[in-house]
Every structure is written in structure tokens, then in C-alpha cells.
């Protein structure tokens, strides 16, 4: 199968997720309304202040971290391939608003579609894992970055995505030959089901992800590994503070988030 089929079956599947996922209890869309960022403060912690910055917010699904960085200040651009999310992302601005510029490109596509260049390329949390080819990524995050400008990810780690709800590891760190390949009929959020649908997903190991971002010649700043996550993924996780969520059998001993900030290079 193509690459343009792997992107249409995952596409469909993101449009069905997002008229759930501004209903769900999770995104909680009512009280981010009210003023309630979707940031965990990580981010914004390592990040550095964002005011006044030209910010690109690779897929920013529909849009909450993207709006909540520009009630922060930053100038911001925010892109997805779900068409949904987009709308959903463009309602949500004009609702509340927000200065924002929300545009429907696959990530791969950006460099023929978009001319700016960003001081920030920033991107977050569940987004690795749907693309095929890290290299062309990280080329596109270089592409549109000015010199100077910091990419920003933070991301759930690829050891953690190993094991399943038992604990156990079910599913390879490294790569195979093609696409991992499922049929999808529940969303992450609240436990919601929707109808059946194809999906695929890629394993990036760590050591693929680092050097995606050095063969760019972007220089990394900054690297982080965290043994929680700021959400519960599955009921096997337990919450031991606010905001820090472990699975109840494997605790603190594993990673599970990772957070990388890397620069273009000024002089180049």
C-alpha cells in the first residue's frame, strides 16, 4: 500500500475522532473555553517565553495548545491533515478571540504550501507516531525555521509505547518493515468508540528521533527524559502527585515522556 493510502486511512480516522474529542471530558473544551490552557508547563518551562514570537504548531489537531500559546502571546500558526480538526481549530479561534492561523497540510507537505519561516516550530504529545519518515520531517521543521529559531518537541517516550495495559511488552522498539496496521473502534478519550477504521503507525526508536534532528544540523539544546506522564494513559495508570501519572506495576522506573529543544544555527 502507498504512502498516500497509509495518510487517507489515518486522515478518515482523525476526522472521526475530533467531533468526540471536543465532546470528551478529557480536552474539556467547555472549561478551556473559560480560560483553562492545555499546556502541562513543561512546555512553557523549557521553552522559554513566547510573546511576540512567530510560532509553527505541526499537528495541532484542533488547535487547544496552539490557542493556549497564543493567549500567551505568540503569533501563531497551527497545521493538521484532518480536515475536521482544522474547522473545529478555526471555530474554536473566532469563538474566543484569538489571533491565530489555522491551515489543513499534511506535515510533509508544508514546504511547497507555506512561505514563513517561524522563530519556534513546535510540536507535542501522540504526533512521532504517524509519521513514516522521520528524516523528511526533521527537514521540514529546518525548513521552516529561521536562523536562530528553536524547535521544540515534547513527546510520550519510545520505550514507554513498548508495553500494554498488563505491563508487559507487546510491541517492538525498533522499526519494521512497513507501517504497524490496526483497525480502530475507540478514541482515546473517555474510552468513546466510534465506527471501525483502518489505522497505521510507525515505531521511532530514540537514537531515530535524535539524529533526524542532527542530521539537519540543528543544534540540540536541550534533552529531557521524564519517569511519569501528565496523562493517564489507560486504567492501569495510578496519580502519585497532581498531574503525574504512572502504570501501577512498572512506577518510576521507566520513562515515560521525552522533551528535546534544538536551534538553527545562526551563521550558516
Not at 474529542?21 to 508547563?41: M, N, T
Request: with cysteine.
Amino acid at each position: 500500500m502507498s504512502e498516500r493510502n497509509w495518510f487517507k486511512d489515518n486522515r478518515e480516522l482523525w476526522n472521526r475522532r475530533t467531533p468526540i474529542h471536543l465532546q470528551s471530558d478529557f480536552y474539556d473544551v467547555a472549561g478551556f473555553r473559560s480560560g483553562k490552557s492545555s499546556l502541562c508547563g513543561i512546555e512553557l518551562a523549557e521553552m522559554g517565553d513566547v510573546a511576540g514570537r512567530s510560532l509553527l504548531h505541526l499537528q495541532c489537531h484542533f488547535g487547544q495548545d496552539t490557542l493556549s500559546l497564543a493567549r500567551l502571546g505568540a503569533v501563531v500558526t497551527g497545521v493538521d491533515f484532518s480536515a475536521a480538526s482544522i474547522d473545529a481549530a478555526r471555530e474554536l479561534a473566532t469563538t474566543l478571540h484569538l489571533p491565530a492561523t489555522f491551515l489543513c497540510h499534511n506535515v510533509y507537505d508544508l514546504p511547497n504550501e507555506v512561505e514563513d519561516d517561524f522563530d519556534i516550530v513546535f510540536s507535542s504529545f501522540g504526533v512521532l507516531g504517524w509519521l513514516p519518515d522521520l528524516d523528511r520531517w526533521a527537514s521540514v521543521v529546518r525548513h521552516h525555521l529561521k536562523p536562530g529559531g528553536i524547535f521544540y518537541l515534547l513527546e510520550f517516550h519510545p520505550f514507554y509505547s513498548q508495553f500494554n495495559e498488563a505491563g508487559l511488552i507487546q510491541y517492538s522498539y525498533f522499526p519494521g518493515n512497513g507501517p504497524e496496521e490496526d483497525i480502530c473502534t475507540q478514541t482515546y478519550t473517555d474510552g468513546n468508540s466510534h465506527p471501525p477504521q483502518r489505522e497505521y503507525w510507525w515505531n521511532h526508536p530514540l537514537s531515530q528521533v535524535v539524529n533526524a534532528i542532527r542530521g539537519q544540523q540543528l543544534q540540540i539544546e536541550l534533552f529531557h527524559e521524564f519517569p511519569y506522564s501528565v496523562y493517564k494513559l489507560g486504567d492501569a495508570m495510578q496519580e502519585i502527585e497532581p498531574g503525574k501519572w504512572v502504570h501501577q506495576d512498572l512506577g518510576e522506573r521507566i520513562p515515560y515522556m521525552m522533551s528535546l529543544k534544538a536551534r538553527r544555527p545562526v551563521d550558516e
